[in-house]
């Protein structure tokens, strides 16, 4: 659990997104975590991010939902610089969605995961090369502490799902002033899970360290 004005001054700070800031500490976690293996790949992962598309105007029902995949460049050392090349990245994401029209949203979508989704039918996942390496989403939740017969509910930690080719998701749900972490890998594949929900609270403090001090 985060304190979402820490994540948010520490944003503002760094002068880039509260989501930037989400994908540069996992993208840390991932990197020690690796790199501990001696499983830290050259080129950097990449992560597919779900992305509201809705008008704030918009009164419809059902999701309006598209992806966008940025770098988390688990490649670079150094937790300012990695930032500064996740930001540029999902900038670059970021204006390529809002560039195009409304009506050709839902075709781009489609046609970016398309592959994904013929891998899973196919049941080719796992042995070709993935869209991207992981799903990091983070979604909005209830702004106010919520009680159920007077018990507070303390944090909310969201559970998603892991398909063949992705063996580890991270997804933040937002929880009254917190964000709250949810992991969920494949056992066989990402042993010892536990260490990068670890690692995901010290790349932060590192991030402080190096731009807030």
């Known amino acids: 659990i985060y304190s979402i004005e820490r994540l948010k001054n520490l944003a503002k700070a760094a002068d880039c997104t509260l989501n930037?800031?989400?994908l540069a500490i996992c993208s840390g976690a991932l990197r020690r975590f690796l790199k501990e293996a001696n499983q830290l790949p050259a080129q950097p992962l990449t992560a597919g991010c779900p992305v509201s598309v809705r008008p704030k105007d918009d009164q419809e029902q059902g999701n309006a939902i598209s992806f966008m995949i940025a770098s988390l460049a688990t490649d670079v050392a150094d937790p300012v610089k990695r930032l500064a090349a996740i930001r540029a990245s999902t900038q670059r994401a970021k204006?390529?969605?809002?560039?195009?029209?409304?009506?050709?949203?839902?075709?781009?979508?489609?046609?970016l995961m398309g592959p994904y989704i013929a891998q899973l039918v196919s049941g080719l996942g796992g042995r070709t090369r993935p869209v991207f390496n992981i799903t990091i989403s983070n979604v909005p939740g209830p702004e106010q502490t919520l009680y159920f017969?007077?018990?507070k509910m303390v944090a909310n930690y969201p559970c998603s799902l892991i398909t063949h080719g992705q063996a580890l998701n991270i997804t933040c749900h937002g929880y009254a002033d917190t964000l709250n972490f949810g992991f969920i890998a494949c056992r066989d594949t990402v042993p010892n899970m536990?260490?990068?929900?670890?690692?995901?609270g010290e790349a932060l403090e590192d991030l402080e360290s190096a731009i807030l001090e």
């Open 20 to 22: 930037d800031i989400v």
């Open 95 to 111: 204006e390529h969605l809002q560039s195009l029209p409304k009506s050709a949203i839902e075709s781009y979508t489609m046609l």
């Open 149 to 151: 017969r007077g018990a």
């Open 194 to 200: 536990q260490n990068i929900a670890v690692y995901t």
